[in-house]
Structures are given as C-alpha cells and as structure tokens.
C-alpha cells in the first residue's frame, strides 16, 4: 500500500456543505438530546469531520419548553455560577431556569458538551432553540434529525 492512503484529509471551510435539523424536544431527556446536538454541531457524524475546523450542520429545537429531565433533576440539582464578586456565587435550579426562560435549559447542556474555546463558540452561534412548535427557518427546508 501507498502512504499517502491513510493521510487524513482536511476539507476548505469554503466546500463545507451545511445542512439544517430539526428537533423536537418534547418529551426528549434533556442530556440524551443534548449530546445528538453537540455532536451534530460539531460535525462528528460526517465522514470530513476535522476536529481543528467547523464543519458541523445547524439545528434547530423546537418546543424546548416541554424538555423532560429525569428524577429528582427538576427541582433539587443546582446550575452555579459566579458573579465576580465577592459573595457572587448563584445557584438556580432547573424550574427556575424553565420558568425565566425554557430556551436557556437546552442552551446550556450543549454549550457543556461543545469545545471550550473560540471553536466551540462558533459552532454554538448554529444552535437555534424556540420555546413553542414555530420558528423562521422554513426557507432552509430542515430535515428531522433521529435521535
């Protein structure tokens, strides 16, 4: 065999071919469909996936308000995070975040489960979640994503 046959390829960021998803979230675990998404934001279910470039698809949620979590998650496990200051730490819990904003509950797991740096900011700016079953992305054409 040649060497040159197990060379990884790198695809341009100009022949990246993106695709849109759709999601519906109701009655979905909430980390279950959250790491399908990360992974289609990250590009990992394309042959071409690089992990130096973005070459991930957009998604879209819908119905983010109707998102399930399992057991006692609902009401006693905390999302903390600090202000800056001192005596700055929050704690909310997952109702609270449901109640202020459903979009944001889903938000965070995937930003949890994407790159933390540059890369992974620009992959998540691909994720668009909608409280209710309407969103503006019908002249995208996106097609159900099986999770």
């Not at 675990?29 to 990992?44: D, E, F, P």
């Not at 938000?107 to 209710?132: D, H, I, N």
């Amino acid at each position: 065999m040649q060497s040159r046959s197990y060379s990884t390829k790198s695809v341009p960021a100009h022949e990246i071919n993106r695709e849109w998803f759709i999601i519906d979230a109701e009655g979905k675990t909430l980390g279950r469909m959250a790491s399908k998404v990360a992974s289609v934001l990250r590009g990992k279910h394309k042959p071409t996936f690089t992990p130096n470039s973005d070459c991930g698809d957009n998604v879209i949620i819908i119905n983010s308000a109707k998102v399930r979590l399992t057991g006692k998650k609902l009401g006693e496990k905390n999302r903390i995070h600090y202000t800056g200051y001192a005596g700055g730490q929050r704690a909310r819990s997952p109702r609270e975040i449901m109640e202020k904003n459903p979009n944001e509950l889903i938000e965070l797991a995937v930003t949890g489960m994407l790159p933390k740096t540059s890369l992974g900011r620009q992959m998540f700016r691909r994720l668009f979640v909608y409280a209710a079953a309407e969103h503006p992305h019908f002249a995208q054409k996106p097609s159900n994503l099986a999770s």
